[in-house]
Structures are given as C-alpha cells and as structure tokens.
C-alpha cells in the first residue's frame, strides 16, 4: 500500500521545469487567449477558446453570475517576480552596520571618550576600540594617537 501511495505521489509531482513552464505560462498569460470579439466589436469570454489552445491553466477564478462571467487570471507579475528570483535577476541586498567600525570612526572623530566606552562597555573593549583608531597609550589620562 505505502509503494503504491508513493507512486503516486511521484507521479503528480511537478519537475522544477514544470514549475518553471507553468510560471513563464503565467507571466505571459493574456486576457486574450480568453476572449473572442463579436463583429459589432463587442467583448465576450470563450472559455472553449482557451480550452482548444490549452490556455485554461491560467485561470485562477471564474465566476458566473445570472448575466455575467468574470474570469481572473493569475497575477502576471508576481510570476515574473518567483521567475526573476530563480535566474537571480533581481539582488535583495540588505545592509549591515558595523558598530565597531562606527565606534572607531566616533573615535577618530572625537565624538566618543575613552571613559564614555569604559562606563557602556569595559576596559578592555574599550581601549582595543582606541587601538583600532590608531591611539596607544590608552588609559584614564591621556590618549595619544600614533600617527601625531
């Protein structure tokens, strides 16, 4: 019994260029392949238009009410977003701060003392903050940069 569920399940699974297919088929989707235009040029949906182009896959909702039918297609961009992603087209670039780096330019800039780091960090922290910014003789007193 458990072969026969598992062959089964691997038969309806979609191969990653299936998935691919069906997403460029979404992209490319138009209302088009679902409507037919009347000699007076009026509009009307024909579903069995699509259904001869094999088109009816791209259909996310149909709705029939007493005098209409509206049909939805699946969001065209938001394919072309997943599809995007998938040939790393588009880059999600996140930045990252580095507080030691703006420690040590607080430093070099005298915005920040060496017992204002003492107080918020401790001692060794913050005299290897101040060795960063290229001071030696790190303590209480005084606080020389090396390249004076």
Known sequence: MRKLTER????????????IAR?????RGSMSDFLSIED????????????RSNRLHLLRRVRIGEKSVEVDLYDAQSALIQLGRHYRLFVDRVQTEDWRAKAVEDIKAGRVTYEALVSAFDESLAAELFEQAGYQEIGKDAAQRTDD
């Open 23 to 27: 997403l460029s088929d979404h992209a």
């Open 40 to 51: 007076d040029g009026a509009a009307r949906i024909d579903l069995q238009k699509a259904e």
């Open 8 to 19: 089964q399940i691997e038969r309806r699974r979609m191969s990653p260029g299936e998935v």
